[in-house]
């Protein structure tokens, strides 16, 4: 099917708004109504025709050709179809996704898969902080579905994760899967300092050690599971070289012993 | 109707008549094909018939690495009881007891449905706190510490309430040696029919029962019309030719898989031919009025093409 692409004509002026560009949000919609829908986060409006020429397609699919760390919430809600961004996004991408699939053709700001339900988010670039967590006042962060990122994300990936699985092939930075109540968050590369902080259950796979973990992650040994076959079948197609993290023995430590301390981090022995 | 002789072997004009029953499927895995048959042959005994095992069990079929959940060999289990009641507690107890105790293996269900037994939602409790949830996708497993590792157990599996319990073979031939020659060569054929199984001991009984008895409480007894010692004291069914009778029972998962089997059986009966193997073949039936699954023999013969559809239904 022809997908609707909006295709970008100049770099916005302002912060944009663009949770309203998802496919069921425009499904329905004519090419005229959408060019009439609002992006604006100031008093001064911006509607999809100003900065976007739209071609006719299924609004099932959308592709947005262009991108701006400007555009924040893309997908924001979004429960079917898929959105495709050949450019960099704003915050909260995929935040409160319960279904479809997002891709990032760029990077991606804060926020990113927050409070996420179901559905599968790829980012191709870096994302920033907080991956997959909630804001400020809310009780955990994503619920559900695949995050895959293929570059770096920032400090507190996986914050407060309670389902699903998180995958950054590249490297996270400090206290990645703090305060996890469950979930799976896989990094490919290295972690920084107090991965696993305060978290309560949940599985953290780390490609390359960062060094201490701290004195309430205790040794568990080494390790060749079936959990690991099962994880490695499971985000294989994904992400086939995280996979192949899984495919060797691991060391397996819990915590945080601080709180609950049914969490597990694998690192490579 | 002309006695229908294939390869010399009689086709009865007769039918199995079989039952509904709840099954489910599940993968039994382990490091090496022959631990993962050990646990699937130490849950599936004692399982050969619903009048005193509560369920019947046998293995399907075997897996190989690349068609299972974890990518270790396995192999397909079958389960079937009465009630969806009687198969969660045949189903929980044999795994708890004989899989999960089974070194380095794992279990998974194996067929998609709404209605779900619990599985490691109860063998969870084995991990006195220790267990771990573990949720990828749509597919939730418990993780139960042991000491060998972890027992891997999925949560719930689906039952089908389309299964097919009761269809069957009487193979009757002149002597001891050629019934069990011709019933082998039933179950090595049915052995290769997906979503079915033989429960009995290498596929085989040897004390196919009638319902009810002389006794008070006995719901079945022994089949009196086809023992051959008793041929001339009772109302026989057997002809002065017949010296042996063994039954094939099937199970499946849909009744096409019960009629597929007992196609397959039929047919390695008569490939193999009255000489060294069957005189007759024969099938079970209440007269057809207990059971809603009729299976006509003559239409499951290899040359059955213009008799009455296998397995249809009649009310």
């Not at chain 1, 339900?117 to 619920?143: C, K, N, Q, T, Y």
């Not at chain 1, 995050?147 to 994760?161: E, F, K, P, S, T």
């Not at chain 1, 699903?164 to 490919?188: F, H, K, P, Q, Y």
């Not at chain 1, 796979?205 to 499971?234: E, I, N, Q, W």
Request: glycine fraction near 14%.
């Amino acid at each position: 099917m022809k997908p609707l692409v909006l295709r970008l004509r100049a770099a916005p002026e302002q912060r944009l708004d663009m949770s309203s560009l998802t496919p069921q949000r425009l499904a329905g919609k004519s090419l005229r109504e959408i060019d009439g829908v609002e992006l604006q986060t100031t008093r001064r409006a911006v509607r999809v025709g100003d900065l976007f020429h739209a071609s006719d397609g299924s609004a099932e699919h959308i592709v947005i050709a262009g991108g701006s760390e400007r555009f924040d919430r893309v997908g924001e809600g979004m429960s079917a179809g898929s959105l495709t961004v050949d450019g960099d996004v704003g915050i909260r991408a995929g935040r409160r996704m319960a279904g479809g699939r997002l891709t990032v053709n760029g990077n991606a700001g804060h926020w990113t898969a927050s409070g996420m339900a179901a559905g599968f988010i790829e980012i191709a670039g870096d994302v920033g902080d907080r991956l997959g967590g909630p804001l400020a006042g809310e009780v955990h962060g994503m619920s559900g579905g695949m995050v895959v990122v293929r570059g770096h994300a920032g400090v507190r990936a996986a914050d407060r994760l309670r389902r699903g699985a998180l995958i950054v092939e590249g490297n996270a930075g400090d206290d990645a899967g703090s305060r996890m109540l469950a979930g799976t968050l896989i990094v490919r590369g290295a972690a920084g300092a107090r991965t696993g902080y305060l978290m309560r259950r949940g599985t953290i796979v780390l490609g390359m050690a960062s060094g201490d973990f701290g004195p309430t992650f205790v040794d568990c040994g080494v390790h060749d599971l079936t959990a690991h076959r099962l994880m490695a079948a499971y985000i294989r197609e994904s992400s086939a070289k995280s996979a192949e993290l899984l495919h060797v023995p691991l060391r397996r430590l819990m915590g945080d012993m601080a709180v609950l301390g049914k969490g597990e981090i694998f690192v490579a022995a | 109707m002309q006695p229908m002789k294939l390869n010399g072997v009689r086709i009865d004009d007769t039918f199995a008549e079989a039952f509904g029953m709840r099954a489910a499927a599940i993968v039994i895995t382990a490091d090496s094909l022959r631990w993962a048959r050990q646990a699937a042959v130490t849950m599936t005994g004692y399982a050969t018939s619903v009048i005193g095992c509560g369920c019947e069990a046998a293995i399907d079929r075997e897996l190989r690495p690349n068609q299972t959940p974890d990518g270790r060999p396995g192999v397909r289990v079958l389960v079937f009881a009465m009630s969806a009641t009687d198969l969660q507690n045949q189903l929980r107890n044999r795994v708890g007891q004989c899989v999960l105790t089974s070194p380095g293996s794992a279990c998974y269900g194996d067929l998609e449905g709404e209605e779900r037994l619990k599985l490691g939602d109860s063998l969870r409790y084995f991990g006195d706190g220790w267990q771990i949830s573990k949720r990828l996708g749509a597919r939730h497993y418990w993780r139960i510490p042991v000491m060998d590792g972890e027992f891997v157990c999925e949560a719930t599996v689906a039952l089908t309430r389309a299964a097919v319990g009761g269809g069957n073979l009487l193979i009757l031939a002149a002597g001891s040696k050629q019934a069990l020659a011709a019933a082998e060569a039933a179950v090595e054929a049915i052995e290769a029919v997906p979503d079915a199984i033989m429960p009995f001991p290498g596929g085989i009984a040897r004390s196919g029962s009638k319902i009810g008895a002389k006794y008070k409480g006995m719901r079945a007894s022994t089949n009196d019309a086809y023992c051959p010692t008793l041929r001339g004291a009772v109302k026989t069914a057997l002809d002065p030719e017949i010296g042996s009778v063994l039954e094939i029972v099937i199970d499946g998962l849909t009744s096409e898989a019960v009629a597929n089997a007992m196609r397959a059986g039929v047919r390695a009966i008569v490939e193999l031919g009255a000489a060294t193997g069957a005189a007759r073949v024969s099938a079970g039936n209440y007269g057809g009025k207990l059971g809603p699954h009729h299976y006509h023999l003559r239409a499951l013969s290899p040359d059955g093409g213009d008799h009455a559809r296998p397995g249809e239904e009649e009310t």
